[in-house]
């Protein structure tokens, strides 16, 4: 790979974190937003909406860091062959356009299939990265060890967003108590999430900023 195709392929790494960090302050806000007590199940959906909206974002963001991490990475010789790279871009952007395409139509033909899809496919990656990392650090010659390092924070990016769809999955029971008229039971659901989602999302917030950090500075 060319300098500047190299600086490019920087560029879109350094975009990805920016987007992906940016927007998960939005989502962190604005889930606060929605689970404050008082607002009609309306008003809450209404800012779930714009949350699941301004969510795309880091969700390929995370998809899209890997076709370009790994094209970075060749240099340092990274664990793949370069003959994957071609295929792991193929797949990545096929990942990214299910993500589009449930955001869009979540309730459209095949929808749940993609989503035991996303759901198996992020089980493979974290899976992927977790042995890539290990592997790593044991053959790492002390110039490449914070290369396993980054396989190891991203498998942990991947659990933690597991765990985060885990939590964003408790709002329907929630909800369907406050329509009930349970609001007292529906108020208490939404601040046990909101709770969960904190601990998750600043975990988030600290992995991706170690992954940066990794990359950045290679120590």
Known sequence: MDADAHNLYRYAHIL????????????????????????????????R???????????????????????????????????????LWAAALVWTAALVYLHFRHDGPGAVLLRRLDLATRAAVFAAMLYLGLRGLRAAD???????????????IIAVGMALRAVSAQWRPAIERLLAGDTATGERMLRVRRRKAIVAALSMWLLVAAAAFLGTVKP
């Open 16 to 47: 990805l974190f920016a987007y992906w960090l940016g927007a998960d302050l939005g989502v962190f806000l604005g889930g606060g937003a929605m689970s404050r007590p008082g607002l009609t199940v309306a008003e809450r959906n209404r800012i």
């Open 142 to 156: 002390g110039g490449s060890a914070w290369l396993a390092a980054k396989f190891l924070v991203f498998a942990a």
């Open 49 to 87: 909406d714009l949350v699941m909206t301004i969510d795309l974002a880091p969700r390929l963001a995370l998809v899209l860091m890997l076709p370009v991490g790994f094209t970075l990475a060749v240099p340092w010789g990274e664990p793949l062959p370069a003959t994957a790279l071609a295929p």
